[in-house]
């Protein structure tokens, strides 16, 4: 591809194109909705990108990275960057010397979440700077940008993208390149030892840069003014952006790129050029605020649009303070486990036995619905094993022992290894039953591998780390691996028995994903191949 093609990308797609345009010598991540493909298709032109355990780690590994003077890019979904919020924090005092990229897609209207929290709080939190593409086109420049912002101030720098850019396709002109640096390591121990010695002047030094960037935006071009009708003004970033151009295409626009630090003498002089200023953005009232906190007269949105998605019929009703109750919208056909899958059967024993269901975050968090109705909780990855321990401490005996954790494979690898070891740590009188549903890959974000799997982001063979092993070497003596499709009534008797059995258990229930068997045996079949070479 020249750079001066026209082609019609994904936002994803386009953060992936830029990275490799920007020579990012590594690409680490979590898969999760919607950021799952920026790695994906930025493996698949060549770069080096890999899967890790958690995003609390491709955040460290990237950091790393960005130590030795490499250029680095990490993603995850918004809540990921709660995983990765305490190097996050830290590594704005330590700054970088390569460039660090962190990509948090956010999720409003919760189309694949259990939350719709608004990350550009984390911006402002932490003290890094962030940009907020609108299309794929801004999606591709924003990331050059972010590297070249990275470099110069030595600072992480948050692309916030949103489902909406992320998986809509628009026309790039990619065009744009910048030569990797080679990385080299030095010494820098002040700078990146954060003891309270060092921590307090990197703070110091933090606040100087981000108040550097400050004044560097307001000219940066990174906003941008459409001349409009003066009666209205409205200042607006991201995909809200789209929206109001068309919602409304005869105002007047202050269109925000950099949405921290804000450009706040740029918003002070359209605000005062126009007759009426309003702010339109989708979820917190984080623009309004800062404008307002700032000094500046802006008016926002009616708290019942902080919900969900934008789209051009929302913001009109926004404009005309329209506050009446929104149409419902059409009722969608209900998500279910796939016909086959390996956890309907699981979930129709834990149904029959009425156990008290401590889930997790996965495609068998379906169990929770209709004909199953078979769990109780579900908070955040690996949140599972800690809430059943919970229960179990505290529940009569009786109630106790009808308690059982119920976590996924890649969730397990995620976050439950602490939950194991706070099992055997600080055991329940009544012991407890881990449930791991094993079906061989990160099926809800689409077929990722990950450590459990033995195979890496671009499926060759690599350590596969054994969830068994793992529990027999933490003192577990109670392990069991069943395939409870191929033998239901075999895993009920087990089930019931570990649940009555006052002991520590961890049941592994294998058996591949429908969805992955073909390709997994594909995988397979190839590394044989190889090995036998």
Known sequence: ??????????????????ARRTGMALG??????????ILEDFGGMGGRAQWSPNEKVALEVALGAAFGGARALVTMKHVGLNV????????????????????????????SSQNEQDNRRYAVAAAVPMLEPSDSQEAFDFTLRAVEISEKWKIP????????????????????????????????IAGRVMIPAHARPAHRRLREKIAQIAAWNETSGLHRVIDGDRSLGIITSGISYVHVREAVPQASVLKLGMTYPLPMEAARKFAAGVDRCTVIEEGDPYLVESLRAGGIEVTGKPDMYRFGEFNVGRVRRILAGDTTPEPAP??????????????????????????????DIGCYTLGVLPPYQAMDSCVCMGASIGVGLGLRQVLPPEQARQVVSVIGDSTFVHSGITGLVEMVYNPPPTGHVVLILDNGTTAMTGLQEHPGT??????????????????????????????????ESAFEKLLSDSLSADELTLIVARRPCLLATARIKAYEQAASAGTRK
Do not use: W
Not at 102 to 111: E, I, K, L, T
Not at 171 to 188: C, I, K, L, S
Not at 333 to 356: D, E, M, N, Q
């Open 28 to 37: 680490s991540g979590y898969p999760g909705t919607p950021s799952t493909e």
């Open 454 to 487: 033995g195979r890496t982001l671009t499926h060759e063979t690599t350590g596969r780390v054994s969830y068994e092993d793992l529990a027999r070497s933490l003192g577990i003596r109670n392990v069991h691996v069943v395939d409870a499709t191929k033998d």
């Open 1 to 18: 591809m020249q750079q001066t093609d026209r082609v019609l990308l994904s936002g994803n797609e386009a953060v992936a194109l830029a």
């Open 157 to 188: 720098v948050i692309l916030r993208m949103t489902t909406r850019v992320c998986h809509s396709k628009t026309v790039v002109r990619p065009v744009g390149e910048m030569p990797a640096p080679a990385p080299r390591f030095e010494h820098d």
């Open 330 to 359: 059409p009722r969608g056909k209900p998500p279910a486990l796939c016909l086959g899958c390996p956890h309907r059967t699981v979930f129709g024993v834990l149904s029959k036995l009425k156990c008290i269901v401590a889930g």
């Open 84 to 111: 990765a919020a305490d190097p996050l924090f830290t590594a704005a005092y330590t700054g970088v010397v390569g460039a660090l990229i962190v990509v948090s897609a956010d999720d409003p209207g919760m189309a």
